[in-house]
């Protein structure tokens, strides 16, 4: 048994066999009761007047622009408050400060606080969105202090929060205006370090949430690039080729003016080539193997699926040889270029000389040598 249950029921056998003395203890407590509460009253009393001297210093700290230490005594006046106002008031006052003092990753931290504790006392919108702001700061190159006493060294800096301060945004407010910019940016930053499984949510995400928005149409260029280099390899099955050639068609359709258009159809074709030539190679292997049956239904499937692809007309040779009685139904359409031609211009001549080099300024730009008999020897 553990020893609060047996403490209990020794106390269950005492109150039985010494009902009197019971009764006694009982009074005793009723009679110790309102002490006991107007102590605690008392200490509430005491703390909330700590809290009070606390603001108040933190008060004239902030007036006299001394920033940083007023957030730290409201933060301590938030700490020692017992009510629920004091300790929101301090808390607020604490954000404003690191504001004012231009500390942002402080303020993102006051500010996450404040939602935790007291989401139903604030301006919830509002200050998610600040929270959105903050990470933009950090997107644009902006890095806490590393040491406030030591923030006039520009070198000196803490470390890069962007990723932190717009994950904890999109949690809080995930359909907030601000969501769409940090899911893409977050997007970008995981497909540089090869996590294109997240990068992948994030972009879904905003073309599902933010359909209309500029963020919208960016994220379908990174998604439909990133589906197109990862169907290069490991696409066994075609999963991210046959997505990437969803998004690029949903772009065009929704986007058929824009000069991304030209982009778009060059990864298009690239990504085409590629698993073609994927195909292509599956059935050579067959027909090495001696396995010519599925090694012709592969050479079919690329001249029907990419009939204007160099793996198409390869195919076609190759099928030909393997089946004497197939003939080809049509002729295979032209192969677009993979990248564009840029047309070679020259650069246009000159009226007069652009550079004139010194030994044809008759002696302008260049001085006379004379001999000094270095190598001479001396008599």
């Not at 504790?117 to 590393?146: M, N």
Request: aromatic share 12%; hydrophobic share 40%; with cysteine.
């Amino acid at each position: 048994m553990h020893l609060s249950g047996y403490i209990i029921l020794n106390l269950f056998i005492l109150m039985i066999y010494n009902w009197g003395f019971f009764m006694v203890l009982l009074s005793f407590f009723r009679k110790l009761f309102p002490v006991l509460l107007m102590l605690c009253c008392a200490a509430a009393a005491a703390d909330d007047a700590e809290s009070a001297k606390s603001f108040g210093a933190g008060l004239k700290a902030f007036n006299e622009k001394d920033y940083v230490d007023a957030a730290e005594l409201f933060a301590r006046a938030e700490q020692q408050a017992d009510t629920l106002d004091l300790k929101l008031k301090a808390a607020l006052r604490e954000v404003e400060s690191y504001r004012a003092a231009g500390y942002r990753g402080k303020e993102f931290d006051a500010i996450e606080k404040i939602i935790k504790r007291y989401p139903t006392q604030i301006d919830y919108s509002k200050l998610v969105d600040r929270q959105y702001a903050i990470g933009d700061a950090y997107f644009h190159g902006y890095a806490d202090p590393a040491f406030w006493s030591l923030r006039f060294i520009p070198f000196l800096t803490d470390k890069d929060r962007m990723q932190e301060i717009y994950t904890a945004a999109i949690k809080n407010a995930p359909f907030a205006p601000g969501g769409a910019n940090a899911r893409l940016r977050l997007a970008v930053r995981a497909l540089k370090a090869k996590e294109n499984e997240k990068a992948l949510k994030l972009l879904r995400e905003i073309i599902r949430i933010y359909p209309e928005t500029e963020a919208a149409r960016y994220a379908m260029l990174e998604m439909g690039n990133a589906l197109s280099e990862m169907s290069y390899a490991g696409d066994g099955d075609g999963k991210h080729f046959d997505e990437a050639m969803s998004v690029f068609r949903e772009f065009r359709n929704k986007y058929p003016d824009l000069s991304e258009n030209e982009w778009v159809n060059q990864c298009e074709v690239r990504a085409r080539n590629a698993y073609a030539r994927r195909l292509h190679n599956i059935a050579k292997f067959y027909h090495r193997e001696g396995r010519d049956e599925p090694a012709s239904t592969y050479l079919l499937e690329v001249i029907r699926r990419f009939p204007d692809t160099e793996a198409a007309r390869e195919s076609e040779k190759l099928l030909t040889g393997l089946d004497k009685s197939y003939f080809p139904e049509q002729i295979l359409p032209a192969v677009p270029k993979e990248y564009p031609k840029y047309e070679m211009l020259k650069f246009p001549q000159e009226e007069r000389k652009l550079l004139l080099a010194p030994e044809n300024s008759n002696g302008k730009f260049l001085l006379p040598i004379y001999d000094l008999n270095i190598k001479k020897e001396k008599k």
